[in-house]
RNA sequence: GGCGCGUUCGUCUAGCGGCCUAGGACGCUUCCCUCUCAAGGAAGAGAUCACGGGUUCAAAUCCCGUACGCGCCA
């Protein structure tokens, strides 16, 4: 039991799961899943004015969305399940309370007077005697009478945790190496809000600890703190999981990635047409690797090649372009009959579902090595279900050309009736009105293709009539036809 | 300001003292295929391994410093 590998993601509810927190969910959920362990989905939700329940119905519908399940955790917006509950840290208050109270008891935290205008007295003092801006421990240093004196006018207090004043703690990262700190350099750290509440490095440690986890897995940012939480390990009797802290991801111009660089939320990208299984091998991609520079890779690929040693120390960019292609690749390896189910949505919002026209299958099926995103697939198929739009520049330059008028005309009275109305079939008659006619081939080919679909790209020529089916071929090439002087 | 982390083609990265005249992937260029656009195939351009010192017979790889970027304290 205590062998088993236990990772988590812990999430404020305070916004979006964005990309850089849904390549730790994801990095969290490989290493556990490679080692047959549990993931586990704890809510930090100790922010009272910043958490909402809207943000956790986001965050799970994200996470679930990404294919990642978990085997602890919330359930929806309230329940949860999993021996180690309540996993909503607000629900969890008491169980704080009581360690707090036990390093009080034990003399490892002690309560501070000091207001926070005092607080910001001492740091600007310290600012312009250009001595590092943090808190010296004055009310660490008490006597028992001003102590009292303190207890009696009743002033608030917040709870700071006393940190070794003396010696080193090394945070022995699984991804960068042993990292030392020292601790005299370390500030007394509040634990407990003078607002009555504990603060996120206290619950975390409380958490990570009594939900039995082994590895830590977060992101960069918080391996300032871990020699503090480290020390909490030790001050209440504990031994700290294993940590590994993961660089940055950095938008375009390398500043950390956000809003501004286009979309951020996982949300985003599914409703851009992105698949979980793209999302996955991407994000798995930008800050770990295997040796063998392989690119893609099938979840259970992953799961058996993913190592904290494979992860990258330096931040890295996020890469639109790279990300298109893998879903470009990934849109190819899916099945025709699932890209249709998946392609719906999209359709539907477009309106092209439900109108009369050519099967849709056979739609997809004919452009399917085109398709990047989902997003991009009603603007790709629509001519076949919507009157054709006459892209201008196409109009111009294909249709008005010389003879062209003539030629539409004429193709639609060689083909009307043409059996069978098939592509192989079609070929062999336009191809023979060509060499009848002395033409070159693009004299012919280009035109029909302008007439029928209104653009000059698109799906291989032949098929696309067979697929239109000779009534809309004919009258299209009519139609066309006549709009030209 | 202190502490910590990072720095290999435009981007993601391989590399953990000699196999590196630095490999792969995306992107880019050219060519092939071809009814267009894609897809596919082939070739190519692209990195003074941030900079400066060491250590070593030998350094992208080890050590020290500098610069720049980032994080935490806030």
Known sequence: MTNKIRTRFAPSPTGFLHIGGARTTLYNWLFAR????????????????????????????????????????????????????????????????????????????????????????????????????????????????????????????????????????????????????????QQDLVIWKTTDGPTYNFCCVIDDHLMEMTHVVRGDEHLSNTPSQIQIYYALGWTPPLFAHLSMILGPDGSKLSKRHGATSVLEYRDQGYLPHTMRNYLALLGWSTSESQQLFTDEDLIAKFDLEGCQKSPATFDTVKLNWMNGEYIRQTPVDDLVSLAKPFLEKAGLLGLPGPELKRVIALEHEKFKLLSEIPTLIEFFYKPVQFDPKAFDKVLRAPGAKQILTDLAEVLRGLRPFEAEALEARIRNFVAERGLKNGQVFHPIRVAVSGRTEGPTLFSMLEIMGEDMVVARLKDAAARLP
């Open 34 to 185: 490679r080692h047959k362990g549990d993931f586990i989905l704890r809510i930090e939700d100790t922010d009272e004015v910043r958490s909402t329940d809207d943000s956790v119905t986001a965050i799970l519908d994200s996470v679930k969305w990404l294919g990642l399940d978990w085997d602890e955790g919330p359930l929806d917006e309230h329940r949860d399940h999993g021996p180690h509950g309540p996993y909503y840290q607000m629900k969890r208050i008491d169980i704080y309370r009581r360690y707090l109270d036990q390093l009080v008891q034990d003399g490892k935290a002690y309560r501070c007077y000091c207001s926070k205008e005092e607080l910001e007295e001492l740091r600007r003092v310290a600012q312009l005697e250009k001595r590092p801006p943090r808190y010296e421990g004055r009310c660490r240093a008490l006597s028992g009478a001003q102590r009292a004196a303190m207890e009696a006018s009743g002033k608030k207090f917040s709870i700071r945790f006393k940190m070794p004043t003396s010696g080193a703690t090394i945070v022995d990262d699984q991804i960068r190496g042993k990292v030392s700190f020292e601790n005299n350099l």
